[in-house]
């Protein structure tokens, strides 16, 4: 990968929600959300423009298709590239614990056995942009 490579939009498409994260091979992760599927077209494009983004990487697994068609009606029309999702919602989880350890009772607790408080589709939009960096080089 090059230096001057603009950064990826992520996504981890979902039946209601999907997470998103924008990642640059250079500076990491410069954006991330969650977003509801019918709102999603219109929230890409002020993100693609604003941090320059040159692909989507969408997870190759729920809804895929339909959220391909659904950029595509949108004029969405940046290259796409799936990335495995095997075990993916299980490292995004895990990130999330790293981002955001537990500070009450819960810390002495393996992060197995914890659920986020909040959606956290946005990390797991990190693994997949990760995944197709590392696959990169």
């Known amino acids: 990968m090059r230096l001057s490579d603009p950064p990826i939009l992520a996504i981890d498409p979902g039946s209601d929600k999907c997470g998103l994260a924008v990642v640059s091979a250079q500076k990491g992760v410069l954006y991330q959300a969650v977003v509801a599927i019918d709102a999603l077209a219109g929230f890409i494009l002020p993100v693609v423009r604003e941090k320059g983004v040159s692909k989507l990487v969408l997870g190759d697994r729920t809804g895929t298709s339909a959220l391909i068609r659904r950029l595509r009606n949108a004029g969405i029309d940046l290259e ?20 955001n350890p537990p500070l009450d009772w819960r810390r002495f607790l393996p992060h197995s056995l914890l659920f986020p408080n909040r959606p ?3 990390y797991v939009a990190i693994v997949l942009a990760e995944r197709y960096l590392s696959a990169k080089g």
Do not use: M, P, W
């Open 80 to 99: 796409i590239v799936l990335v495995d999702e095997h075990l993916s919602t299980e490292e995004g989880r895990k990130r999330f614990f790293q981002d």
């Open 120 to 122: 956290f589709d946005d």
